[in-house]
C-alpha cells in the first residue's frame, strides 16, 4: 500500500468527540499532503455516505470513506481515539478511525488495495497491534504491510506476526477463498472433513454502495465464521474493484446461499433454487455465525428459492429480525417508487395536452381517427390520449411492485393482474393497496409448500403465476373488490364535499406531511393520496386542489433554504451556500430533496421550520382554491394552474415564514468561541449533496 498512508497521515491522539470532527482532522491531513481539493466539499460526500449507512463496525473500529471528486488518488488515513468516538456500531464507540478517501474514478489496482485492508480489520491480531503501536512511522507501515520495528511493551514478533495474517488476507483479496485456509489459532482441518464427513457448502454475495469496505469486511467475516463452524464458504465480493463470477460449479454444489448486501445483487438468478438468507451487508459483518445458521435451518427445513431467491429488494435492506411494520412501509414504498415515474410522464403529458389544446381537449376523438399533422389540437390531443394511458398503468404498477417487494420476481404477475380488477370494479388506489399485498402473500405462502424437485423448474414460470393469479382475481372480483369500491367511493365523495375551513384543515396537513422527512415515506404517503386523485380522465375540483396544495407545499423547504443561504450566509458553511444555489432550481422544479443536505446536518432547526412554511403554505393553497392537473413540474406549469397569482403567492408565504424561522433557530444557536475548533466542528452542518443527486419527485 506504499504511498497510501504515510506517517503524515496518522494521528495516534485524535481528540475528536464526535465523527463529524474526526472526519475533519483526519482528512485537514489529507489536505495538507495534497490529497484532497475541497476539505468541505470532500467532507459532504462522507457524510452523504454517512448517512446511506453508519460506518461503526464492532470491535471498536470505525471506517468513514467515500468517493470523490475532490480526492486526487487513493488515500488512507488513521487516527486512534482515547476516549472513543460514536460512529454507530451495535457494541459502543469507535477507538480505531480509518478515512478512506477513493477518487470518482479510481483504478482497480488501487481499490483492490483497499479491499484488502477492510479484510484486514476483521483480523483480531491486527487490530490489536494497532492498538499497540506508538509511532505514527510504525503505525502507517503497519498498515501498509511492511514490517515496522515493534512497539513498545508489546511482545516482540506481536507486529511481525499481525503483518504475516494481514498479508495472507491481502493475498486472497478479490478471489474465492481456499476452503480450509489455516485460522489463527492452527491449521484448520483438511478441506470437506468435518465429523459428519461432507461438509455444509454456502456461496455468499456481498456488496455495499460504495464497494470498498463493507464489501469486503462482510466477505472475511463470513470466511472466518465458516472456517469456525466447519462449513466451507466461497464468497463473491461485487465491489467497486468489479467481480469475478463463482464457478457455476461451485454454485450448483452448494447447500445454501447468503446475500449480504445493500445494492442489488447482479445476477441474481444464478442462486435460484436453494436455501436462501438475505439481509444487508451489516449483518454479514456483524452476525456471520447467525447467518449460517439460519441458511443451514433453511435447508433441513427444505425452504428453497422458486425461480429468483427468496430475499426481496426491500427485505435485503434491512437487518434480520426487522418487525412487520417496518416491512410493511417499505413494501409500500416499493410500489409507490415504481409508480411514480408512470405519474409524472403521464401527468406532464396531459398537462401539455392542456396547454396546448386547451382545457376541452379531453373531449376530442381519438387521434387514431382524426389527426392533423399541422393542427395544434391534435398534438394537445395525442399528448393528452398518451398520458390517460400512462395513467392507467398507476394502480397495476403499483400493486404488482408491492408484491414485487415482498415476493420478488414471483409477485409481479399476481400483482398486476389484481391492480387492474381493482381498475376494472372501480376500487381504484384502496384496491390497488389490498391487491399488491394480497398477491405477496399468496405467493410467499406458495413458496412455502415443499415441491418434488421436478417440477421447481416450471413452479416460477407456470404454477405460481397461475395458481396466485386465480387467487388472487377471485379475492378482489368476489370478495373484498365491492366493499373497497364502496369505501374509494365514499372517500372521493368526501373529498369533494369539503369546502371552507376543512379544506384548509386538510391543506395544512397535508402541507406538514410533505415538509416532514424530504421525499420520504410520509412525503410519498402524501404525494400518493394527491396524485391518486387526479390519475382520471375528468378529476374533481378538490382532487386538484389537493394535487395543488401538496406541490406548492413540497416546493417550501428548498426554496426557503436557498433564499436562507442567500441572505444570511453567514449561518451557513461554504458547501450549504453552494447547496443553495441549487436548492433554487430544485425547489422551483418541485424536488423537495433539495433541502436534504441542510435538513440532515441541523434537523431539529431545519425540519420544523420547514414544516411551518409547508402548512401555511397548503392551507392558503386550499384557501385561495387553486387547483392543479398535472401531478409535477413546479413553476413550469404554472400555466396550468388555477388562481396562479394566488397560488405563487401561497409558496412565496410559506417559503418567507420558513426561512425567517430558520435564519431566527440558527441565530440562537451559541457560537463556538475563537480557537474553539473542536466545538465548532461539532456544531457544524454536515451537507449530504450526493443525495440530491438523484432526487426522486416530490
Same mark, same amino acid.
Given at each position: 500500500?506504499?504511498?497510501?498512508?504515510?506517517?503524515?497521515?496518522?494521528?495516534?491522539?485524535?481528540?475528536?468527540?464526535?465523527?463529524?470532527?474526526?472526519?475533519?482532522?483526519?482528512?485537514?491531513?489529507?489536505?495538507?499532503?495534497?490529497?484532497?481539493?475541497?476539505?468541505?466539499?470532500?467532507?459532504?460526500?462522507?457524510?452523504?455516505?454517512?448517512?446511506?449507512?453508519?460506518?461503526?463496525?464492532?470491535?471498536?473500529?470505525?471506517?468513514?470513506? #467515500?468517493?470523490?471528486?475532490?480526492?486526487?488518488?487513493?488515500?488512507?488515513?488513521?487516527?486512534?481515539?482515547?476516549?472513543?468516538?460514536?460512529?454507530?456500531?451495535?457494541?459502543?464507540?469507535?477507538?480505531?478511525?480509518?478515512?478512506? *478517501?477513493?477518487?470518482?474514478?479510481?483504478?482497480?489496482?488501487?481499490?483492490?488495495?483497499?479491499?484488502?485492508?477492510?479484510?484486514?480489520?476483521?483480523?483480531?491480531?491486527? @487490530?490489536?497491534?494497532?492498538?499497540?503501536?506508538?509511532?505514527?512511522?510504525?503505525?502507517?507501515?503497519?498498515?501498509?504491510?511492511?514490517?515496522?520495528?515493534?512497539?513498545?511493551?508489546?511482545?516482540?514478533?506481536?507486529?511481525?506476526? &499481525?503483518?504475516?495474517?494481514?498479508?495472507?488476507?491481502?493475498?486472497?483479496?478479490?478471489?474465492?477463498?481456499?476452503?480450509?485456509?489455516?485460522?489463527?489459532?492452527?491449521?484448520? =482441518?483438511? =478441506?470437506?472433513?468435518?465429523?459428519?464427513?461432507?461438509?455444509?457448502?454456502?456461496?455468499?454475495?456481498?456488496? #455495499?454502495?460504495?464497494?470498498?469496505?463493507?464489501?469486503?469486511?462482510?466477505?472475511?467475516?463470513?470466511?472466518?465464521?465458516?472456517?469456525?463452524?466447519?462449513?466451507?464458504?466461497?464468497?463473491?465480493?461485487?465491489? &467497486?474493484?468489479?467481480?469475478?463470477?463463482?464457478?457455476?460449479?461451485?454454485?450448483?454444489?452448494?447447500?445454501?446461499?447468503?446475500?449480504?448486501?445493500?445494492?442489488?445483487?447482479?445476477?441474481?438468478?444464478?442462486?435460484?433454487?436453494? =436455501?436462501?438468507?438475505?439481509?444487508?451487508?451489516?449483518?454479514?459483518?456483524?452476525?456471520?455465525?447467525?447467518?449460517?445458521?439460519?441458511?443451514?435451518?433453511?435447508?433441513?427445513?427444505?425452504?428453497?428459492?422458486?425461480?429468483?431467491?427468496?430475499?426481496?429488494?426491500?427485505?435485503?435492506?434491512?437487518?434480520?429480525?426487522?418487525?412487520?411494520?417496518?416491512?410493511?412501509?417499505?413494501?409500500?414504498?416499493?410500489?409507490?417508487?415504481? +409508480?411514480?415515474?408512470?405519474?409524472?410522464?403521464?401527468?406532464?403529458?396531459?398537462?401539455?395536452?392542456?396547454? /396546448?389544446?386547451?382545457?376541452?381537449?379531453?373531449?376530442?376523438?381519438?387521434?387514431?381517427?382524426?389527426?392533423?399533422?399541422?393542427?395544434?389540437?391534435?398534438?394537445?390531443?395525442?399528448?393528452?390520449?398518451?398520458?390517460?394511458?400512462?395513467?392507467?398503468?398507476?394502480?397495476?404498477?403499483?400493486?404488482?411492485?408491492? *408484491?414485487?417487494?415482498?415476493?420478488?420476481?414471483?409477485?409481479?404477475?399476481?400483482?398486476?393482474?389484481?391492480?387492474?380488477?381493482?381498475?376494472?370494479?372501480?376500487?381504484?388506489?384502496?384496491?390497488?393497496?389490498?391487491?399488491?399485498?394480497?398477491?405477496?402473500?399468496?405467493?410467499?405462502?406458495?413458496?412455502?409448500?415443499?415441491?418434488?424437485?421436478?417440477?421447481?423448474?416450471?413452479?416460477?414460470?407456470?404454477?405460481? !403465476?397461475?395458481?396466485?393469479?386465480?387467487?388472487?382475481?377471485?379475492?378482489?372480483?368476489?370478495?373484498?373488490?365491492?366493499?373497497?369500491?364502496?369505501?374509494?367511493?365514499?372517500?372521493?365523495?368526501?373529498?369533494?364535499?369539503?369546502?371552507?375551513?376543512?379544506?384548509?384543515?386538510?391543506? +395544512?396537513?397535508?402541507?406538514?406531511?410533505?415538509?416532514?422527512?424530504?421525499?420520504? !415515506?410520509?412525503?410519498?404517503?402524501?404525494?400518493?393520496?394527491?396524485?391518486?386523485?387526479?390519475?382520471?380522465?375528468?378529476?374533481?375540483?378538490?382532487?386538484?386542489? /389537493?394535487? $395543488?396544495?401538496?406541490?406548492?407545499?413540497?416546493?417550501?423547504?428548498?426554496?426557503?433554504?436557498?433564499?436562507?443561504?442567500?441572505?444570511?450566509?453567514?449561518?451557513?458553511?461554504? @458547501?450549504?451556500?453552494?447547496?443553495?444555489?441549487?436548492?433554487?432550481?430544485?425547489?422551483?422544479?418541485?424536488?423537495?430533496?433539495?433541502? /436534504? =443536505?441542510?435538513?440532515?446536518?441541523?434537523?431539529?432547526?431545519?425540519?420544523?421550520? $420547514?414544516?411551518?412554511? %409547508?402548512?401555511?403554505?397548503?392551507?392558503?393553497?386550499?384557501?385561495?382554491?387553486?387547483?392543479?392537473?398535472?401531478?409535477? %413540474?413546479?413553476?413550469?406549469?404554472?400555466?396550468?394552474?388555477?388562481?396562479?397569482?394566488?397560488?405563487?403567492?401561497?409558496?412565496?408565504?410559506?417559503? #418567507?415564514?420558513?426561512?425567517?424561522?430558520?435564519?431566527?433557530?440558527?441565530?440562537?444557536?451559541?457560537?463556538?468561541?475563537?480557537?474553539?475548533?473542536?466545538?465548532?466542528?461539532?456544531?457544524?452542518?454536515?451537507?449530504?449533496?450526493?443525495?440530491?443527486?438523484?432526487?426522486?419527485?416530490?
Amino acid at each position: 500500500m506504499s504511498e497510501m498512508i504515510t506517517a503524515d497521515l496518522v494521528d495516534l491522539d485524535l481528540s475528536a468527540d464526535t465523527k463529524e470532527a474526526a472526519a475533519r482532522a483526519l482528512a485537514e491531513r489529507m489536505v495538507a499532503k495534497g490529497r484532497v481539493t475541497d476539505l468541505d466539499g470532500f467532507l459532504a460526500d462522507v457524510a452523504a455516505r454517512e448517512a446511506q449507512m453508519p460506518t461503526g463496525l464492532d470491535g471498536g473500529i470505525g471506517i468513514p470513506h #467515500c468517493r470523490s471528486e475532490h480526492v486526487t488518488e487513493p488515500t488512507l488515513a488513521f487516527g486512534r481515539s482515547a476516549a472513543g468516538i460514536d460512529f454507530g456500531a451495535p457494541d459502543g464507540p469507535a477507538d480505531l478511525i480509518f478515512l478512506i *478517501a477513493a477518487p470518482a474514478g479510481a483504478d482497480d489496482a488501487h481499490l483492490t488495495i483497499l479491499s484488502s485492508l477492510a479484510r484486514q480489520l476483521m483480523n483480531a491480531e491486527f @487490530t490489536s497491534a494497532l492498538r499497540a503501536v506508538d509511532d505514527a512511522a510504525a503505525a502507517a507501515a503497519l498498515i501498509r504491510g511492511d514490517e515496522p520495528p515493534a512497539p513498545a511493551g508489546a511482545p516482540e514478533n506481536a507486529v511481525a506476526e &499481525s503483518n504475516a495474517a494481514a498479508s495472507a488476507d491481502s493475498a486472497t483479496d478479490g478471489a474465492a477463498p481456499v476452503p480450509g485456509a489455516t485460522v489463527e489459532d492452527g491449521p484448520a =482441518p483438511a =478441506p470437506g472433513a468435518t465429523d459428519g464427513g461432507q461438509p455444509f457448502r454456502i456461496v455468499a454475495v456481498t456488496s #455495499c454502495p460504495t464497494g470498498i469496505a463493507h464489501t469486503y469486511m462482510a466477505a472475511e467475516s463470513l470466511e472466518n465464521a465458516g472456517r469456525e463452524a466447519g462449513v466451507e464458504v466461497v464468497v463473491e465480493t461485487q465491489g &467497486s474493484a468489479g467481480f469475478t463470477r463463482l464457478d457455476p460449479a461451485v454454485i450448483a454444489a452448494a447447500d445454501g446461499v447468503i446475500f449480504a448486501h445493500d445494492v442489488p445483487v447482479r445476477d441474481k438468478d444464478r442462486f435460484a433454487g436453494k =436455501p436462501t438468507v438475505d439481509v444487508g451487508v451489516k449483518a454479514g459483518i456483524n452476525k456471520p455465525t447467525e447467518l449460517i445458521a439460519q441458511v443451514r435451518d433453511k435447508a433441513a427445513r427444505g425452504e428453497v428459492s422458486a425461480g429468483a431467491a427468496p430475499g426481496t429488494p426491500v427485505e435485503r435492506a434491512g437487518e434480520s429480525g426487522e418487525g412487520y411494520g417496518a416491512k410493511l412501509r417499505k413494501w409500500l414504498m416499493s410500489g409507490v417508487s415504481y +409508480m411514480v415515474p408512470f405519474v409524472a410522464a403521464g401527468g406532464l403529458l396531459i398537462a401539455l395536452g392542456f396547454a /396546448i389544446g386547451g382545457y376541452k381537449i379531453n373531449k376530442a376523438p381519438s387521434v387514431m381517427d382524426h389527426f392533423l399533422w399541422t393542427q395544434a389540437d391534435s398534438w394537445g390531443a395525442l399528448f393528452f390520449q398518451i398520458g390517460v394511458v400512462s395513467f392507467g398503468f398507476l394502480v397495476p404498477v403499483l400493486a404488482g411492485y408491492i *408484491a414485487y417487494g415482498m415476493a420478488d420476481r414471483p409477485g409481479l404477475v399476481p400483482g398486476f393482474v389484481g391492480g387492474a380488477i381493482s381498475l376494472t370494479i372501480n376500487a381504484g388506489f384502496l384496491g390497488g393497496l389490498a391487491a399488491g399485498l394480497i398477491a405477496g402473500g399468496v405467493v410467499i405462502g406458495i413458496q412455502k409448500v415443499k415441491i418434488p424437485a421436478a417440477l421447481r423448474g416450471i413452479m416460477p414460470v407456470v404454477v405460481i !403465476p397461475l395458481i396466485s393469479a386465480a387467487i388472487v382475481g377471485f379475492l378482489m372480483f368476489v370478495v373484498i373488490g365491492k366493499p373497497i369500491a364502496s369505501a374509494q367511493k365514499g372517500m372521493t365523495d368526501w373529498l369533494n364535499g369539503l369546502t371552507g375551513t376543512n379544506a384548509v384543515l386538510l391543506g +395544512m396537513l397535508l402541507g406538514l406531511m410533505m415538509c416532514f422527512d424530504l421525499g420520504g !415515506p410520509v412525503n410519498k404517503v402524501a404525494y400518493t393520496f394527491a396524485t391518486a386523485g387526479i390519475a382520471v380522465a375528468s378529476p374533481s375540483d378538490s382532487a386538484m386542489k /389537493i394535487m $395543488a396544495a401538496v406541490m406548492a407545499a413540497g416546493m417550501v423547504p428548498p426554496l426557503a433554504m436557498a433564499l436562507a443561504t442567500t441572505v444570511r450566509g453567514k449561518l451557513f458553511t461554504q @458547501t450549504e451556500r453552494e447547496n443553495g444555489k441549487a436548492a433554487w432550481v430544485l425547489g422551483a422544479s418541485f424536488i423537495s430533496e433539495g433541502a /436534504i =443536505p441542510f435538513a440532515a446536518a441541523d434537523p431539529l432547526r431545519v425540519i420544523p421550520s $420547514a414544516m411551518v412554511g %409547508g402548512a401555511v403554505t397548503g392551507a392558503l393553497s386550499m384557501a385561495f382554491g387553486a387547483t392543479l392537473r398535472a401531478p409535477h %413540474g413546479g413553476i413550469f406549469v404554472v400555466p396550468l394552474i388555477g388562481n396562479p397569482v394566488l397560488y405563487l403567492i401561497a409558496i412565496a408565504a410559506g417559503v #418567507c415564514v420558513t426561512t425567517a424561522l430558520v435564519v431566527t433557530l440558527k441565530g440562537l444557536r451559541k457560537q463556538a468561541p475563537e480557537g474553539g475548533a473542536t466545538a465548532a466542528a461539532a456544531d457544524a452542518p454536515i451537507s449530504t449533496k450526493a443525495q440530491s443527486k438523484e432526487p426522486v419527485a416530490a
